[in-house]
């Protein structure tokens, strides 16, 4: 596409989609899977031969998903975070993605610091920008990303089984807790409340973590609105019901510091935690235990799978409803 009508197209030295490419998005890559990368009317890519291509798009809208003057480099690692979430979750290996970038008016700064945050990510998970498109229009960022994974492998939804060890990775609540702090104007100097919004504006994709669990798990989802919903959302693909314990949440010190009696709610409802929630038969929690210490990563279990339907949240043993200060979505 062209940037077309803007008013500032014939200005010496203003960027048009041919130098934003260039200068911003065009980088030699390391993958030799990639046949031919950003500059032709498609890419040339050489998928794995005996392994299924994952593939999942995701969106981030300003106005819906992030405010106006959110920082740049927090937004190019999120666009691109939230994908790889999605692949870790099937247990996907990651290697592709395409950007697609909406943009009002090319600036240079912003650019600078969205493809700044972007590549960061994508280097450390050794994934190649392969192509994209770059339009006018309000300002948003569309992520498809694709991975490889053997396909008897891959963790859907729906495997889980009476019976499993319902698990989650990580201290969901965080994000939502360092959201929140945020938009009460709390104070950024903080340590704690700063380690917070990090989880909020750089969510770390379980990536490590999903590939650990190919094998293991029987179910999986990522948890992007929040651990009760997702997981209702796993139990119902699975056609079972579960269990929540709510005092074997993980709840970590500064979302305990932050929010005491409520820490719980937002773990549950709290989202873009970015965490995985899994389920996995008995059998397998010992090997899980070894693969977590050796990738390392941090694994709580949390619920039991059960016959029937519908998610039952525990409290000292008795089923309870969902704990003053959850979150709802809007
Ligand atoms: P076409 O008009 O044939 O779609 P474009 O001129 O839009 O081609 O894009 C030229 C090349 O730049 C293509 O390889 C495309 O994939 C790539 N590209 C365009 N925008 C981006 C972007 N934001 N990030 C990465 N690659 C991009
Ligand atoms: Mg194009």
Redesign the pocket.
């Known amino acids: 596409?062209?940037l077309d009508g803007s008013a500032d197209a014939g200005r010496p030295g203003a960027l048009d989609?041919?130098a934003?490419?260039e200068r911003f998005?065009?980088r030699p890559s390391a993958r030799d899977d990639v046949l031919l990368?950003?500059?032709?009317?498609?890419?040339l890519l050489a998928p794995p031969a005996g392994q299924a291509l994952a593939v999942a798009v995701d969106t981030l809208v300003e106005g819906t998903h992030f405010h106006l003057g959110t920082d740049p480099r927090a937004l190019g690692h999120r666009v691109l975070a939230v994908n790889l979430s999605d692949l870790a979750a099937m247990g996907a290996e990651p290697a592709w993605c395409?950007?697609?970038?909406s943009l009002p008016r090319p600036d240079p700064a912003w650019l600078a610091g969205f493809a700044d945050g972007f590549f960061a990510l994508a280097d450390r998970h050794g994934v190649a920008?392969?192509?994209?498109?770059?339009v006018r229009g309000p300002l948003a960022a569309t992520v498809t990303v694709h991975g490889f994974v053997p396909a008897a492998q891959a963790c859907r939804r729906s495997g889980a089984r009476p019976g499993d060890g319902i698990w989650v990775t990580g201290t969901p609540g965080d994000a939502v807790a360092g959201r929140l702090a945020q938009a009460d104007g709390a104070d950024a100097g903080d340590p704690a409340l700063a380690a917070l919004l990090a989880r909020f504006l750089y969510p770390e994709p379980r990536v490590a973590a999903g590939l650990a669990l190919r094998g293991l798990a029987s179910a999986m989802i990522d948890v992007s609105d929040g651990l009760h919903q997702d997981l209702a959302r796993l139990l119902v693909a699975s056609g079972a019901g579960g269990e929540l314990v709510v005092e074997a949440l993980p709840l970590s010190a500064a979302l305990t510091a932050r929010a005491g009696g409520e820490a719980a709610a937002l773990a549950l409802t709290g989202g873009d935690d970015y965490e995985l929630c899994f389920t996995l038969p008995e059998h397998h929690a010992g090997q899980l235990v070894e693969r977590a210490r050796a990738w390392d990563f941090p694994v709580t279990r949390i619920g039991t799978v059960t016959a029937g339907s519908g998610l039952t949240l525990l409290r000292a043993g008795q089923p309870c409803a969902l704990p003053p200060g959850s979150y709802r979505h809007f």
Do not use: K, N
């Open positions: 596409m062209r989609e041919a934003i490419i998005f065009r990368g950003i500059g032709d009317d498609a890419a395409l950007l697609s970038l920008l392969v192509g994209g498109d770059t």
